[in-house]
């Protein structure tokens, strides 16, 4: 029998690009008979489905409002498809937080080819709260994992909120600009995880980026924190810093052990699912977040976020 | 009581151009042997925005609501015959400003005309045109510089010429209220009087503070509009005093020219609009005090298209009645010591004042850009929903509205003028065989030089655009060289911070409808509002966008300007259930069948609505291209157009029935 979603799941598990944006409607419909699909886009896409982790590099690119994140996402949209990677950008809007409609701008923002079928460009809406990301994003990032080279998720965060980013990306960048003390004390008073490359942006303003990006380096030192790069970057033109950037952001892809921090993530979206589905009152009865951690890794490495999902309703009884 | 000598009349111009050079120069003479004592220039989207006849996104565009000019040649051709030393020529021209000034003063030159004897103005303010007009080519910073240099140059070089000319009329005409209208001009031009202070000697600033002119707007309530005009005299004099230390009364006097709202001339009854145009008219120039330097009127079919040679004719006609026949000009200021026009005026002027205050607060007005934006939308929502729910009477729109057959409207022509599309064609041929008969070494080296001038903010970039005119450079390769090392630039739409609406029973009806749509179709109901091409009225198409998301639908809207190209990529890629595509430049017949090819082509079968300014036989056409509504100015019930659209997406995907 035929499956919208496992053919568009084995497009998308070919490379076929075109396949993406109704991959992405049916993963965000709702209605019953949409879900089953997604899942099946979604099994096909899998690691146990693709032989392996999908091959995209996962970055996150977050920070305050107005940081400059989707002005550096021009200038490195273009950096990436000019070394020839496929790119696809999901950019969560904060605006569709309120209940009803949204107003989605931010692509706008973001300058590309429109005649480029190599790079999408997909507004999405933001999960409940602050920097949160909506199952859907999620799973998007996931499906476009499998086809795209580059996948990108730009949030809006204020250092201590990005935490679904992480769980979803192998890399996540926190974006500031000048004179944002924020991220500074929250980096100093040890509220704000370490990202793993720190961007400064608008370095054409001179003084106030280079001391911005000297207090930050001086901030994670002390912290013990050598390897985190810290790039000060223009988007204006000339851009500045730019292949600086992607070479700490590929130097961190490279130095990750991939299968177990995608494990990771595959093991944290399983759980925050359960609970968003079926209240914490489903992690009370699998003995509490930790036991159900320790419940996961009895389950085959390769298996995708709705089998992991599957288990642990079985486990806790929940159905 | 009565003046020694009757006044001087101010200047009476008439807005035009369109097509070519030589056919705008024919209609300049005419208008000139009507009566008319100085031009007014109005430029094609190209020419405004730096793109030369044959780039993609002029397409549709060239000699539509204004002249193309693409080098020098065609500004000879557009000012044959016209006396430049004693003409005053008004240039409706921003971004590319300082192109269009080295490209008269080439041409005066060329005829033997000295620069010092060149009078006129550019309009040259690039704020308003990313708060409302959206003529602008780059980024904020340059485009400031750009600005600051002509002005550092002209007041030596040009001393007669008005460098910038700081528009609120504009501002109106995006909704804003008399304050938001005042404080916003003037934070505007105290952003270009600190960008030119450091640019030329101190001795020589109060003169530039005197050369800074305004271009407002007056609405129908013209005792109000009087008073503002008032207000920001007084609020202007004391900045110069205050601010920057100027003394001399001469400099300090507000200078403004003037066009009327547009704004609240109807399509519906459109014969009324004559009766609005006369009764702003009075608002600018009732009191001497506050009286206009220079006045230009729209015509009766403002809302309908535009305006043919006897419509522009009947609106001189009301200058001329009201400064030749009506005692207007024998008086002093018939208001003075007027308490209810004082109080007025100072009930402004603090409104103005605290408004300011807070564009300061932003950085002021270059950094303030989003907020006042923001500002905009929100007081055009206000004043749209009045008008929607009756509260603010618009006759013949809202009210009284049963009417007569207008004999007006009759001839063959619709009531309008409609531009030969093959002048595209022409104009791209022409320009084809402008560039393969000028030194093309002289144009390179001309564009290289400017090129690395602009990449240092110490030089005056003038001269080097001079030297660009002078060699033959074309408009586009002006703009294009800037672009190179300025780069691209898109201004901020001000819907996203648009605050939600408040509900009432309308809205509250439209959002469960959405929201059973949106059940049935699985996804909440997502539209593209798209803007193709140069056209910069945005209006529309953010009023429809925020009161889309107001009824709970999901709003992609990404600005003015885009290719459908551009359109086409993003319905598919955003998995929109319907394109909503908003077109008022008159380019509708051109671009909205090209985006339907484009959309075809991208595999997005959704329905498509367009609004803007149709005439009904276009109407007919884009219905049988395959548009699936079309809407125009008539349909000022907003929640009707969004109950008809959510209808649409659940008859075509079967998501339950229409309420
Ligand atoms: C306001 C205005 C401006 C403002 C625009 C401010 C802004 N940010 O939008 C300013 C002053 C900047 C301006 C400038 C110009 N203007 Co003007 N402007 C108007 C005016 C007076 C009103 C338009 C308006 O905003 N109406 C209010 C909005 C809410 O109504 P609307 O857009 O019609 O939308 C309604 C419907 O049409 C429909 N709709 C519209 N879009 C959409 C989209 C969707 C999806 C849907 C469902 C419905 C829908 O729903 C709305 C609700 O009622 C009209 C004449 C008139 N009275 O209509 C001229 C007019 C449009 N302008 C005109 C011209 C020529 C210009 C200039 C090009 C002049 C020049 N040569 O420089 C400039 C440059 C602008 C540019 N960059 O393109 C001409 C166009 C001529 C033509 N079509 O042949 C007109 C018709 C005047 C005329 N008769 O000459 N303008
Ligand atoms: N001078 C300068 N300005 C920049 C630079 N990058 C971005 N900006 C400006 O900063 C503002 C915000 O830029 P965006 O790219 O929209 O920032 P963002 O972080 O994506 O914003 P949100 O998505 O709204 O949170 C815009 O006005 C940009 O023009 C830069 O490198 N230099
Ligand atoms: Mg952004």
């Given amino acids: ?319 | 009581m009565r003046l020694p000598e009757r006044d001087r009349p101010w200047v009476m111009r008439t807005y035009a151009g369109h097509s070519t050079a030589t056919k705008s120069n024919e209609l300049y003479r005419g208008n000139l042997a009507k009566g008319q004592t100085g031009l007014s220039i109005a430029f094609d989207l190209p020419t405004q925005t730096g793109y030369d006849p044959d780039h993609e996104l002029a397409r549709g565009e060239v000699g539509k609501v204004g002249v193309s000019i693409a080098h020098k040649a065609d500004m000879h051709a557009l000012l044959d015959g016209i006396p430049l030393d004693e003409m005053n020529t008004s240039m409706t021209i921003n971004a590319t400003a300082a192109w269009l000034l080295a490209l008269y003063m080439t041409v005066a030159e060329e005829n033997g005309v000295g620069r010092a004897a060149l009078q006129g103005t550019t309009q040259n303010d690039i704020i308003k045109e990313f708060l409302s007009r959206g003529t602008y080519a780059f980024p904020p910073e340059p485009s400031m510089r750009l600005i600051a240099d002509t002005i550092a140059f002209t007041v030596e070089e040009v001393p007669r010429w008005n460098p910038v000319n700081i528009c609120s009329y504009h501002l109106q005409e995006a909704g804003a209220t008399p304050p938001q209208e005042i404080a916003y001009a003037l934070s505007t031009a105290i952003a270009v009087l600190d960008g030119v202070r450091d640019r030329v000697p101190e001795e020589t600033f109060p003169r530039v503070f005197g050369r800074i002119s305004f271009f407002v707007n007056a609405g129908i309530r013209f005792v109000e509009e009087h008073a503002k005009l008032r207000a920001m005299g007084g609020l202007w004099e004391e900045l110069g005093r205050e601010r920057y230390g100027v003394e001399d009364p001469k400099f300090l006097r507000l200078r403004y020219g003037v066009q009327v709202n547009s704004l609240g001339l109807t399509e519906a009854q459109p014969e009324n609009n004559i009766i609005r145009i006369v009764l702003e008219a009075l608002a600018v120039t009732m009191g001497r005090d506050a009286r206009a330097r220079a006045v230009q009127l729209p015509a009766w079919n403002e809302a309908l298209g535009l305006p043919r040679p006897w419509d522009q004719q009947w609106s001189l006609r009301i200058q001329q009645i009201l400064a030749h026949e009506t005692d207007l000009l024998d008086y002093p200021d018939i208001f003075e010591g007027s308490v209810v026009m004082e109080g007025l005026a100072d009930e402004l002027v603090d409104a103005a004042r605290a408004e300011m205050a807070v564009v300061a607060e932003h950085g002021g007005a270059v950094a303030a850009v989003g907020y006042m934006k923001t500002q905009l939308v929100e007081s055009h929502r206000t004043r749209m929903g009045r008008i929607e729910r009756g509260e603010q009477k618009v006759i013949g729109q809202n009210v009284f509205t049963e009417h007569e057959p207008s004999p007006l409207q009759e001839g063959e022509d619709g009531g309008i003028l409609t531009v030969d599309p093959a002048v595209e064609q022409g104009q791209i041929e022409a320009l084809a065989s402008w560039r393969s008969s000028r030194d093309d070494a002289a144009v390179d080296a001309a564009l290289t030089a400017l090129g690395e001038a602009a990449a240092d903010p110490g030089v005056n970039l003038m001269p080097l655009t001079l030297a660009a005119a002078r060699a033959g450079a074309t408009t586009g390769e002006w703009a294009g060289a800037l672009r190179a090392v300025f780069g691209e630039y898109r201004a901020p739409t001000g819907v996203a911070d648009a605050a939600a609406a408040v509900s009432d029973y309308a809205l509250d009806e439209l959002r469960d409808r959405v929201e059973r749509v949106s059940e049935a179709l699985g996804r909440r109901i997502k539209i593209l509002v798209g803007k193709p091409g140069l056209d910069g009225h945005s209006n529309g198409a953010e009023q429809i966008a925020v009161r889309a998301r107001d009824a709970g639908m999901d709003v992609v809207y990404e600005g003015i300007r885009l290719t459908p190209a551009r359109i086409a990529a993003t319905a598919v890629q955003e998995g929109v259930h319907v394109v909503g595509l908003s077109i008022l430049s008159g380019s509708h017949a051109q671009l909205i069948p090209t985006v339907l090819d484009e959309l075809r082509d991208a595999g997005v079968d959704v329905p498509v609505v367009v609004g803007g300014i149709i005439p009904p036989a276009d109407e007919r056409a884009l219905l049988a291209a395959g548009v699936a509504r079309v809407y125009t100015p008539k349909d000022f019930q907003v929640s009707k157009i969004m109950g008809d659209i959510v209808d649409l997406v659940a008859e075509r995907y079967g998501a339950g029935t229409p309420a």
């Fill in chain 1, 1 to 319: 029998m035929t499956s919208e979603g496992r053919d568009l799941g084995a497009r998308l598990r070919s490379r076929d690009l075109a396949a993406a944006p109704a991959a992405l409607n049916l993963i965000e419909d709702r209605s019953p008979g949409a879900r089953d699909e997604a899942a099946r886009l979604l099994a096909e896409v899998s690691p146990a489905a693709l032989g392996g982790e999908a091959p995209a590099h996962l970055v996150g690119v977050t920070g305050p409002p107005g940081a400059g994140k989707s002005s550096l996402l021009s200038v490195l949209v273009k950096e990436w498809r000019d070394a020839g990677r496929t790119v696809a950008v999901l950019a969560v809007d904060p605006s569709s937080r309120r209940s009803g409609g949204s107003l989605l701008g931010d692509r706008a923002r973001i300058d590309h080819d429109p005649r480029d079928r190599g790079v999408l460009i997909r507004s999405t809406a933001a999960g409940g709260r602050l920097g949160g990301l909506a199952a859907p994003t999620r799973q998007a990032a996931q499906a476009l994992a499998a086809a795209y080279e580059v996948v990108v998720i730009e949030t809006v965060g204020v250092g201590q909120s990005e935490t679904d980013v992480e769980e979803v990306c192998d890399t996540v960048a926190v974006v500031v600009q000048p004179g944002s003390g924020d991220t500074l004390q929250f980096i100093k008073a040890g509220i704000m995880e370490v990202p793993d490359v720190l961007v400064v942006t608008k370095a054409d303003l001179g003084e106030a980026a280079a001391r911005a990006r000297r207090d930050l380096d001086a901030a994670l030192r002390s912290l013990g924190s050598h390897e985190v790069p810290v790039v000060a970057v223009s988007s204006v033109p000339p851009p500045q810093g730019i292949e600086e950037l992607v070479s700490a952001l590929e130097g961190h892809r490279s130095a990750l052990d991939l299968p177990l921090r995608r494990l990771r993530s595959r093991r944290m979206m399983a759980l925050g699912e359960l609970v968003a589905e079926h209240g914490d009152s489903a992690l009370r009865g699998l003995g509490g977040r930790r036991a159900a951690e320790r419940r996961l890794t009895r389950e085959d490495p390769a298996a995708d976020v709705a089998a992991l999902v599957r288990a642990l309703r079985a486990e806790a009884g929940v159905e």
